[in-house]
């Protein structure tokens, strides 16, 4: 159907539920909701940031009990589930405490990030190699554009309640995790585990043994090493751009028109413009090659870098939106492929737990340069052309890899 097969159509359904939650409890909805219920966006920042740590720390645990024949799938399923149902009990857990609302983010958010530990090693058992930017990209680029109608359809009940409601949220909440189900579903009854290693008697000792022996085999595979440091530079600079992109405009422009209504209309319109371009991205490297594509995402970042300096208009601000757009879904779902190629396919789980970790630490190293740059100059307009380096090195590293094989 459409051109992919059953098993590759429903791994990239699953991207049009998941990313209904990076829209709506990540980015958009659950940070205004938890403002309006007392909450500040410091400690939001501090939970978020406590859930990654608990990421980072179980991210290669999960990845080598996975990679055991049969294991995959069950992780798949059990942590999916926690993380729909916890972004379900978001709507209702406020009436509790605070803490229990805190408490069901932190596991929603770990849950998530560690079933797409799992999701983006099912690329390796779902197409082969030659399919894999296709199929990769189109999962990002189904993504974004799905991702906008749970977004749009909880958006008209929070204004038909009013903003300052917080029960149309709670509906968005319902209605998120209600989406991202039954777009896993497909995931559930089609897609299934190929490639592993034997089953162990005891998968929890082996696992951790097996990680000391993954960081030997990292080492080994100097591809995959090189590929990690150049991904972790550039990665770094387009989650800075991503996560900074309004505060720097608000800061540079003093616009204070940057509304919450603002925010999600240029949300939105990042989700829209990405998707065309996603697909775009997987054509080009089936014809001029996945390495290649990703170093014209990385140069196009650097043009948004440089155009981010000089701009001075709201309508700047949408420009470098679509700059942006064209470059961010690609530039992430080839990474995606590009690695699932380089890496043992029996092995892709506790492979893909690392490069979570590097997605994870992402965006440590630019928002830290930018405040630094700011601080000493007291003109944030210089801050941005601090991440260039980012990109650069990022860029010439990847210049030496070969193609993935």
Same mark, same amino acid.
């Given at each position: 159907?459409?051109? $992919?097969? /059953?098993?590759?159509?429903?791994?990239?359904l699953?991207?049009c539920?998941?990313?209904?939650?990076?829209?709506?409890?990540?980015?958009?909805?659950? %940070?205004?909701?938890?403002?309006?219920?007392?909450?500040?966006?410091?400690?939001?920042?501090? $939970?978020? !940031?406590?859930? !990654?740590?608990?990421?980072?720390?179980?991210?290669?645990?999960?990845?080598?009990?996975?990679?055991?024949r049969?294991? /995959?799938?069950?992780? +798949?399923?059990?942590?999916?589930?926690?993380?729909?149902?916890?972004?379900?009990? #978001?709507?209702?857990?406020?009436?509790?405490?605070?803490?229990?609302?805190?408490?069901?983010?932190?596991?929603?958010?770990?849950?998530f990030?560690?079933?797409? =530990?799992? $999701?983006?090693?099912?690329l390796?058992?779902v197409?082969?190699?030659?399919r894999?930017?296709?199929?990769?990209?189109?999962?990002?680029?189904?993504?974004?554009?799905?991702?906008?109608?749970?977004?749009?359809?909880?958006?008209?009940?929070?204004?038909?309640?009013?903003?300052?409601?917080?029960?149309?949220?709670?509906?968005?909440?319902?209605?998120t995790?209600?989406?991202?189900?039954?777009f896993?579903?497909?995931?559930? /009854?089609?897609?299934?585990?190929?490639?592993? &290693?034997? %089953?162990? /008697?005891? %998968?929890?000792?082996?696992?951790?043994?097996?990680?000391?022996?993954? #960081?030997? @085999?990292?080492k080994?595979?100097?591809?995959?090493?090189?590929?990690? +440091?150049? $991904?972790?530079?550039?990665? @770094?600079?387009v989650?800075?751009?991503?996560?900074m992109?309004?505060? *720097?405009?608000?800061?540079?422009? @003093?616009?204070?028109?940057?509304?919450?209504?603002?925010?999600?209309?240029?949300?939105?319109? &990042?989700?829209?413009?990405?998707?065309?371009?996603?697909?775009?991205?997987?054509?080009?490297?089936?014809?001029?090659?996945?390495?290649?594509?990703?170093?014209?995402?990385?140069?196009?970042?650097?043009?948004?870098?440089? +155009?981010?300096?000089?701009?001075?208009?709201?309508?700047?601000?949408? =420009?470098?939106?679509?700059?942006?757009? !064209?470059?961010?879904?690609?530039?992430?779902?080839?990474?995606?492929?590009?690695?699932?190629?380089?890496?043992?396919?029996?092995? !892709?789980?506790?492979?893909?737990?690392?490069?979570n970790?590097?997605?994870?630490?992402?965006?440590?190293?630019?928002?830290?340069?930018?405040?630094?740059?700011?601080?000493?100059?007291?003109?944030?307009? *210089?801050?941005?052309?601090?991440?260039? %380096?980012?990109?650069?090195?990022?860029?010439?590293?990847?210049?030496?890899?070969?193609?993935?094989?």
């Amino acid at each position: 159907m459409f051109g $992919y097969s /059953k098993k590759e159509l429903s791994w990239i359904l699953y991207d049009c539920g998941n990313s209904a939650y990076s829209v709506a409890i990540t980015t958009a909805l659950f %940070p205004v909701y938890f403002q309006m219920i007392g909450g500040s966006g410091m400690n939001l920042g501090y $939970y978020n !940031s406590f859930a !990654s740590i608990i990421i980072a720390v179980i991210s290669p645990v999960l990845g080598t009990i996975a990679d055991f024949r049969g294991m /995959k799938k069950k992780l +798949f399923n059990l942590f999916s589930l926690i993380a729909i149902f916890s972004t379900f009990l #978001l709507s209702i857990s406020h009436s509790i405490s605070l803490t229990a609302l805190m408490a069901f983010f932190i596991i929603s958010n770990v849950t998530f990030a560690a079933s797409n =530990i799992f $999701y983006d090693s099912f690329l390796v058992d779902v197409c082969v190699d030659e399919r894999m930017d296709k199929v990769s990209t189109s999962g990002f680029a189904y993504g974004y554009i799905a991702s906008v109608i749970p977004f749009v359809f909880s958006l008209v009940i929070i204004l038909l309640f009013g903003m300052k409601n917080t029960l149309g949220y709670q509906i968005g909440f319902i209605i998120t995790s209600i989406w991202w189900f039954l777009f896993t579903v497909p995931m559930y /009854k089609n897609v299934d585990q190929i490639y592993g &290693v034997a %089953p162990s /008697k005891r %998968p929890f000792r082996e696992s951790f043994l097996t990680i000391f022996t993954t #960081l030997k @085999d990292i080492k080994k595979h100097k591809i995959v090493a090189v590929f990690l +440091f150049s $991904y972790f530079l550039y990665i @770094d600079g387009v989650d800075t751009i991503i996560k900074m992109v309004v505060p *720097y405009a608000q800061s540079v422009l @003093d616009a204070k028109k940057f509304d919450t209504i603002m925010l999600l209309a240029i949300l939105v319109y &990042v989700q829209i413009v990405a998707f065309p371009f996603a697909i775009i991205y997987g054509k080009l490297a089936g014809k001029f090659g996945t390495k290649r594509m990703i170093s014209i995402g990385i140069f196009t970042y650097m043009i948004c870098v440089i +155009f981010a300096y000089f701009m001075s208009s709201l309508f700047h601000v949408f =420009i470098l939106s679509t700059f942006i757009a !064209s470059a961010q879904g690609g530039i992430q779902a080839l990474s995606r492929s590009y690695f699932a190629k380089i890496i043992p396919k029996e092995n !892709s789980n506790e492979f893909f737990g690392f490069y979570n970790i590097f997605g994870k630490f992402a965006a440590i190293i630019g928002p830290l340069i930018m405040s630094v740059i700011t601080t000493i100059t007291n003109n944030p307009r *210089y801050s941005i052309l601090g991440i260039i %380096p980012l990109f650069v090195i990022g860029y010439l590293v990847m210049l030496k890899l070969p193609e993935g094989k």
